[in-house]
């Protein structure tokens, strides 16, 4: 039978083989009809490809495809398509057509039908399969494949709705049914495919040529959904049990996975996945966890919760994986999300981030900050509770509200610590995110501000503390890293005034009583105050630096001059020339000091002010040091001393018993100051006076003596620390000064700002002060700074317009 | 046409007076001669060429009022006086002219016309401004009014209208020992408190040019008033 062969492996070998083309124009044209009519729908693509491919290989076949009979590898649907070759064949009809016996399309069909039969029943096939393949062809070759078609869907409607009877007996329990089903549905879906082979080429020619004819595989499917699953008692049996059996799994139990996936498989080709399984799954997830949530809200604490939304997301993640088909991945993770974290967002964060960031639980942190992003808003809250917290936490750092004292002294550490832990949640737990790095910029910012001035004040003393010499604890990296941390802080502050004016006074003391640490520490902070606030912040304290440098100079040409003058007694003395507006304001103590030593002041002020004429020198005693040589019993010692130290001491050359009145009397120095002088030499660690009677305090009737049993282990001693610490008049003076200042930038600010715009309204005036002042002031202040300007005749109100001013030129 | 129309507004002036209201003005006019407000200044004067204290004394007991009564304050703001207790020859004598009297009894009948004169917003206000300063040059170079001589100079300024809120004002600076004096600034802007301000202060906003004496009397009657709404709960 020339019929035996398909056509697509003929087309293959018409490329091969030029020399057998005429054999095989005969074996072709049995399924000529079938190609011209492809042939004509596709000579337009065909045409390009060879546009394409004009290679010279093929400059025979051009010629030839010029002919309007045509065949090339497009020809046919079944072609593979290779690109490239294309030939022109021409193909003639046999001149008489060959008949096929009457009864050749019955008998045909009844054998075909036997077949489905078998494969239905599960009976083993009779005739073979290639015989079938080839009846199924030479029938769809005589033009009876719709006939065929709708044979073959009777005989498998049939079959399929026989099998719903097993699926309406009611004894059954639900995942036996649901094992009934799946193998009802593997068996169908194994004897279609069976069927679709044997049926292959009706499948592949009458089917495809009619879009409105569903393949053999749709049909079976159709008939499938149509007879079995359509059927309400069947639908609602098969989801019940299928949501039944995922509940089960939820509960913890372990389940036939691969029949759930068999089935949902099932579902989503038969195309009721999402309408008849989705929608009621996602329900009951609903369901499920809102009440879950809510329960166990109440019952675990939030690490545990929100381990266990970590479990659950995670469990609903292998159920995707497993057996939910993935168009459910969305919805189904979006619902878990929204009902166990969108839910409880606000109960989460107030219950849960305040004891974590205070426990500084990292992991349970970054587990938190993961799951909230998932849901809107999730982070939002977060990070607004996470400030909430800084700020609650911060603030009571910050205004040490039961005014502890010796809290006040741990605060700059405290921040530190606190900054240091909150940037390492922020960079382990929060992935570094830029909102929270915001939020901990902005509470900082707000609660170190919280309290006026004590802050910078610390902070100004915290570095004091770093830079002073004897401070051992830090290498020079770890100091510069100590600083850098500490500028962040300073950043913070809004009256930057403040840490000057107490970083000035501390600065000066390591200066002139030689306690810097290190000069490359100083100047590494001095570059870092320059950097942030500009030169007009650090011009005072560069001032200072070089003064110090300046005054070495001066004191090696002196030591020169001192050479051709003769000295009053054997005395060295070493003088800083400090220039008036850069250091602190010291006010000048005039006391008693001893004839030699003036002379020599007086010396030095002949020299300094032949070189420098017209300058005035004021000798500034309270920073002053000596190095005193004392003869003990025990032996000689130097006393490291200050200068009023000296005083007291000195009077002892004299005689061995003086009184506390008798002292202040002699060394003229102001009582208190007096009285922490004397308790320095008689009541410290190095006790080289006697106080009688003995006691911590320094009382006014006390009498004091050279105490001659002095023991110390070291040769040179040093009592002058005194002269580092800060007393509280030195403090309030200090702060003082600062508010003195801010008045003349305030009053000074609005004669300028009144100067520019002579006229203007008390708002406007107000609000251009907030932009020019660095420092934080309250209205209430600027109001009393404009009456008095006022009141001096800078400005004046306008007579009829209260609320203007005019400047006063 | 242009000199017509200037010369229309003179219809416009206000009709002359009564005739005899005219005919005394006339008379006075023709009477106050600098000679007789000369010889009454004289009756006062002192050595200095000034009426001293005790010159006013008895001038306010010969015009039948006491030297702290409101009139002779608007008196003293005619004449211009400079110095609290004295009048010198120039601010008596161009005073007198000024309010058209010649004699005490003259003076006498201006008093109604003065006292409706500082009935007057605008004037009174030019009145009110201008007895701080009167008060301030007791001592040469004092600038600011004390508190107790700002509260009796209130007290006088005010007799005729008190504003309501004026005892509890007083009430506060007594309380407050701290304020020392009231700046010209703050007196002046006394007065256009008394007339902005509810008596229940609701409507004072500090944020306002106030100055800031106001600011914290307010905030005192504030807290004043709701100790008392506390103590009464």
């Excluded at chain 1, 072709?28 to 009809?33: A, Y």
């Excluded at chain 1, 105490?707 to 580092?724: A, G, P, S, T, V």
Aim: proline share 3%; net charge neutral.
């Amino acid at each position: 039978m020339p019929l035996s062969r398909a056509p697509d492996s003929v087309l293959q070998e018409q490329r091969k083989k030029d020399e057998h083309i005429h054999h095989k124009k005969r074996r072709h044209s049995g399924t000529n009809h079938l190609s011209h009519q492809n042939l004509g729908k596709k000579e337009e693509t065909s045409a390009s490809v060879n546009n394409m491919n004009d290679s010279p290989k093929r400059a025979n076949f051009s010629a030839l495809t010029s002919q309007s009979n045509g065949l090339n590898r497009h020809a046919s649907p079944l072609v593979n398509s290779k690109p490239g070759t294309t030939r022109k064949l021409i193909i003639k009809n046999f001149k008489e057509k060959p008949k096929l016996p009457d009864n050749y399309q019955h008998e045909t069909w009844l054998k075909l039908k036997e077949a489905v039969e078998a494969i239905h029943t599960s009976h083993s096939i009779k005739a073979s399969l290639e015989e079938l393949y080839q009846a199924v062809e030479n029938l769809c070759s005589h033009k009876v494949s719709t006939a065929l078609y709708d044979e073959l869907k009777l005989v498998c409607e049939c079959h399929v709705r026989s099998n719903i009877h097993q699926f309406l007996g009611d004894c059954v329990d639900s995942e036996q049914f649901l094992k009934h089903m799946n193998v009802c549905w593997q068996d169908h879906c194994r004897q279609m495919i069976m069927i679709r082979s044997i049926f292959l080429f009706l499948d592949r020619t009458y089917v495809l040529q009619n879009s409105a004819v569903a393949s053999i595989w749709d049909m079976g499917l159709e008939l499938f959904r149509l007879h079995i699953i359509s059927n309400n008692t069947v639908q609602t049996r098969t989801i019940d049990g299928l949501l039944m059996l995922i509940e089960r799994e939820r509960n913890g139990e372990a389940i036939d996975r691969q029949l759930l996936k068999n089935l949902l498989r099932m579902l989503s080709d038969l195309q009721i996945y999402q309408s008849s399984f989705e929608k009621k799954f996602l329900e009951k997830t609903d369901c499920l966890y809102a009440a879950e949530g809510q329960r166990l809200m109440q019952e675990r604490d939030v690490p545990e919760y929100l381990s266990h939304v970590d479990k659950r997301l995670h469990e609903e993640n292998e159920r995707l994986l497993h057996y939910l088909d993935q168009t459910t991945r969305k919805p189904l993770i979006s619902r878990v999300e929204y009902q166990l974290l969108a839910q409880h967002l606000s109960s989460i964060l107030q219950k849960g981030v305040e004891q974590l960031l205070e426990m500084n639980k990292i992991s349970i942190l970054t587990l938190m900050y993961q799951l909230l992003g998932r849901v809107k808003d999730g982070l939002k809250e977060m990070c607004f509770t996470f400030a909430i917290y800084l700020k609650k936490k911060g603030k009571l750092i910050v205004t040490n509200p039961e005014g502890d004292i010796e809290k006040d002294k741990d605060m700059v550490q405290q921040l530190l610590d606190f900054k240091d832990q909150t940037e390492n949640i922020i960079n382990t737990c929060f992935a570094k995110n830029e909102k929270f790095v915001n939020a901990t910029k902005e509470s900082f910012e707000y609660f170190i501000n919280q309290r006026q001035n004590k802050p910078a004040e610390l902070i100004a003393k915290y570095v004091d503390s770093k830079l002073r010499a004897g401070n051992k604890e830090a290498t020079e990296e770890e100091l510069e890293r100590l600083l850098d941390k500490i500028m962040v802080l300073f950043r913070f502050i809004h009256g930057k005034d403040v840490f000057e004016a107490f970083y000035k006074k501390d600065l000066a003391k390591r200066l002139l009583v030689g306690k810097s640490a290190s000069v490359d520490a100083e100047k590494s902070m001095l570059s870092k105050l320059k950097q942030e606030c500009g030169g007009g912040f650090t011009s005072k304290l560069e001032g200072m630096f070089k003064d110090m440098e300046l005054s070495k100079d001066i004191m090696l040409a002196f030591k020169q001059h001192m050479t051709s003058v003769q000295a009053p007694g054997n005395i060295e003395m070493t003088v800083n020339i400090l220039t008036m507006g850069h250091w602190p304001t010291y006010i000048p103590m005039d006391v008693h000091i001893p004839v030699e030593m003036v002379k020599f002041q007086e010396i030095f002020k002949k020299f300094y002010l032949g070189k420098h004429s017209g300058r005035k020198l004021q000798w500034q005693s309270t920073l002053g040091h000596c190095v005193l040589k004392a003869s003990f019993a025990e032996g000689k010692k130097e006393l490291q001393v200050s200068l009023f130290q000296t005083l007291c001491l000195l009077m002892f050359n004299d005689g061995s018993d003086f009184s506390f009145e008798e002292i202040k009397q002699a060394t003229a120095i102001e009582e208190s100051e007096l009285r922490r002088t004397l308790q320095s030499l008689a009541c410290g660690k190095a006790r080289v006076l006697a106080k009688m009677p003995k006691g911590k305090d320094v009382d006014t009737r006390d009498i004091f003596r050279f105490n001659d049993d002095f023991k110390h282990k070291l040769c040179r001693i040093k009592i002058n620390q005194i002269q580092m610490k800060e007393t509280p008049e030195e403090n309030t003076s200090t702060t003082e000064r600062v508010f003195h200042d801010r008045q003349y930038q305030v009053d000074a600010a609005i004669v300028r700002i009144m100067k520019t715009r002579k006229t203007l309204s008390h708002t406007l005036l107000i609000s251009e002060l907030y932009n020019q002042l660095k420092f934080p002031v309250k209205p209430s202040d600027l109001k009393k700074r404009i009456e008095s300007l006022i009141d001096r005749d800078y400005m004046e109100r306008d007579k009829d317009v209260a609320n203007q001013y005019h400047y006063v030129a | 046409m242009s000199t017509s129309r200037i010369f229309s507004q003179y219809s416009k002036l206000p009709p002359i007076r009564k005739p005899h209201n005219n005919n005394d003005t006339k008379r006075l006019s023709l009477e106050c001669s600098e000679g007789q407000v000369t010889a009454l200044f004289d009756l006062y004067k002192n050595d200095e060429d000034c009426i001293d204290e005790e010159g006013i004394v008895k001038f306010c007991n010969d015009l039948g009022v006491k030297p702290d009564d409101f009139i002779v304050l608007v008196l003293a703001w005619k004449f211009n006086a400079e110095l609290m207790g004295r009048f010198t020859r120039t601010e008596f004598v161009s005073g007198c002219k000024a309010i058209q009297a010649h004699s005490i009894k003259w003076i006498q009948s201006k008093f109604p016309l003065l006292l409706a004169e500082v009935q007057n917003r605008q004037t009174f206000k030019e009145f009110y401004r201008w007895s701080y300063k009167f008060c301030l040059t007791v001592e040469p170079g004092q600038r600011t009014l004390s508190t107790e001589v700002a509260i009796q100079m209130w007290t006088i300024v005010f007799s005729q209208r008190e504003p309501p809120i004026l005892p509890r004002w007083f009430r506060f600076l007594e309380r407050h020992e701290s304020i020392r004096g009231i700046p010209k600034d703050t007196w002046d802007m006394f007065l256009p408190f008394t007339e902005q301000v509810r008596l229940d202060l609701t409507n004072y906003d500090e944020s306002e040019a106030w100055p800031s004496l106001l600011d914290d009397f307010v905030e005192y009657e504030s807290d004043l008033h709701n100790q008392n709404v506390q103590m009464q709960e």
